[in-house]
């Protein structure tokens, strides 16, 4: 199904290899959906203390990556 994802304000992006994000011990890639927003995680501390921000923390799971934001907002048009 077709779908497009629209993120706005973006602070923070970083893409992973699924294959290899699931040996990444620190972090918990394995769980969750396929898109999931994340709370209360030392990125958005990081960035409400460097900017005065409060953003989202997103996760998308693809079939080959993993891809990490965070932002102000989104949209997402299916």
Known sequence: MPYELIFTEVYYFNMIELDVAL????REYTQGSSFDELTDTPL??????????????LMLKTYDDIVEIACGDYKMTI
């Open 23 to 26: 040996h990444l011990s620190e």
């Open 44 to 57: 958005l501390a990081t960035i409400a203390s460097a900017r005065g921000k409060n953003l989202k923390h």
